[in-house]
């Protein structure tokens, strides 16, 4: 074989046959005197064995190995290799409720190597506005939670018109996609207090809602957990406070939260006692079944963000979180981006400089009250959100986070990649907005948006004032099956 680009990726290969030896041992692809004369060659291997040997590889030696010779293009296309590596890099509970999602006819026809490329190369979004039923449904707000569990829709709290700070409860199915309209259901519960600016974070069917400001203004840091039961198409939530030790953050709301796998929650920052903005990250530990919980706070980081409220905080996968944008401490609008990794035995905080993901002109522009979620492909949809002059946005991004713990070091003198790409939008677009609520369903290829601020009817002589929205809205990742 003659010197080539793609021959270097085949000592990646090689390696990683290393690692993977007990294939060797325990079932041998070739014969036991061909192996006493001299070393396998490669082409010796069987299918499988290549295929489970080329899951230990990233992504760019598997497409430079295909490049190798006919048998590796040809099994370099197949859907036995790219299915495990959709599942590998996607998730996969995530790829079986996206799979679930597909029209019978769209499951026959699936290239899961075409697939990948899509999702990997996302250009675009598909946006709808749904309708409500005949019946009741919730009122216009912002700085509400939403959240999606089990193929629910659960909204809590906010503010309104006329400065009330909420404390209803509302659920609307999904299911396996969604028409275009659909049924709100008030919830009658025992539910926390009325409030905006908290946070509501998703642990398997548990709701886990922290925080928040209250009808006077007072800053909060009660930890309530919302159980959710199913009897059928039914669904009802059972609100109580966590039993707690002692130790617990400072009240505050306009904070940011994201759970860190199944029993983990991290909160970070927000506005406390007096206006003032923080940096402080705690970990929530529960157990028990979910009936306790111990807070601890993350001490003796060298680096830490400065302080912010209004920002986000998604989790990306494994021990790592990503923090960005918010209103720092001299009310100036930000657009930083840090990593954040609980897996270390000292957690750590670091910025991710533009050395690493790009020119300022290649990231959205500094915001406060967007949403952040993350999608399908490790991808983190950026939305919406106000600026210092509180001229609010409806652009949408996407941070491309699935290499981001391969290259935490700052400074990096040449980018690996571009992470952030600004999407078109088809379909009705969401107007501008800030400070509404958004979460995805399970395969991460849909998007619900409800609510926030929007710009209010300004009459001659009259100074602009704030609209609470109502609507939902159904966002969709373009692709092409």
């Known amino acids: 074989m003659k010197p080539t680009a793609e021959t270097g990726h085949l000592d990646s290969f090689s390696i990683a046959i290393s690692k993977k030896g007990h294939l060797m041992a325990s079932n041998p692809p070739f014969s036991s005197s061909s192996s006493s004369r001299s070393p396998p060659s490669i082409a010796q ?3 499988d064995h290549i295929i489970s040997v080329l899951l230990l590889l990233p992504i760019e030696s598997v497409l430079s190995f295909s490049m190798a010779c006919r048998r590796f293009r040809s099994l370099g296309s197949s859907d036995a290799l790219w299915e495990p590596i959709c599942r590998r890099e996607w998730g996969g509970r995530g790829v079986d409720a996206l799979v679930g999602s597909f029209s019978l006819q769209e499951r026959l026809r699936i290239s899961w190597k075409r697939l990948y490329a899509q999702v990997s190369h996302l250009s675009s979004l598909s946006c709808r ?44 199915y999904i299911g396996n996609g969604c028409n275009r309209a659909l049924s709100w259901q008030h919830i009658n519960s025992g539910v926390p207090s009325g409030r905006f600016g908290q946070t509501c974070t998703v642990l398997g069917n548990y709701l886990i809602l922290f925080g928040g400001i209250s009808d006077n203004g007072d800053r909060l840091n009660d930890t309530w957990i919302g159980e959710t039961f199913y009897e059928g198409q039914d669904m009802r939530i059972a609100w109580r406070l966590l039993n707690v030790n002692s130790v617990v953050p400072s009240p505050r709301g306009a904070h940011a939260a994201c759970c860190a796998a199944d029993h983990r929650m991290v909160v970070h920052g927000g506005i406390g006692l007096h206006g003032l903005r923080l940096n402080d990250t ?19 980081v060298q680096s830490l963000p400065p302080p912010r409220s209004g920002h986000t905080l998604t989790w990306i996968g494994g021990t790592y979180m990503v923090l960005f944008g918010g ?92 992470f952030w790409k600004k999407l078109q939008v088809e379909g009705h677009h969401p107007s501008y907005r800030s400070f509404h609520g958004a979460c995805t369903d399970k395969s991460g290829r849909y998007v619900y948006i409800f609510g926030g ?7 001659p002589a009259e100074p602009s004032r704030l609209s609470f929205n109502g609507e939902l809205y159904h966002i969709e990742l373009v692709l092409q099956l």
């Open 453 to 459: 601020m929007v710009d209010g009817i300004i009459q």
């Open 327 to 418: 209103r720092g401490s001299g009310y100036e609008v930000l657009n930083d981006v840090w990593l954040l990794d609980i897996g270390v035995n000292n957690p750590e905080w670091k910025e991710l400089k533009y050395e690493l993901y790009g020119l300022p002109s290649e990231m959205p522009l500094p915001r406060v009250g967007h949403s952040a979620t993350l999608v399908l492909g490790r991808k983190i949809l950026i939305y919406g959100g106000e600026d210092s002059q509180r001229h609010r946005k409806d652009d949408f991004w996407v941070l491309d986070v699935g290499a981001l713990p391969r290259f935490q070091t700052v400074g990096l003198k040449k980018s690996p990649r571009n």
């Open 45 to 47: 291997l069987s299918n």
């Open 282 to 300: 705690w970990i929530l530990n529960l157990s028990d079944d979910f009936k306790s919980g111990r807070w601890h706070q993350i001490n003796n």
């Open 129 to 172: 506005r749904l309708s409500c039923k005949s019946g009741s449904f919730p009122t216009p707000r912002a700085s509400h939670s939403l959240a999606f569990v089990s193929d629910w829709l659960v909204l809590f709290g906010g503010g309104s018109e006329g400065g009330r700070h909420l404390n209803d409860t509302w659920i609307a």
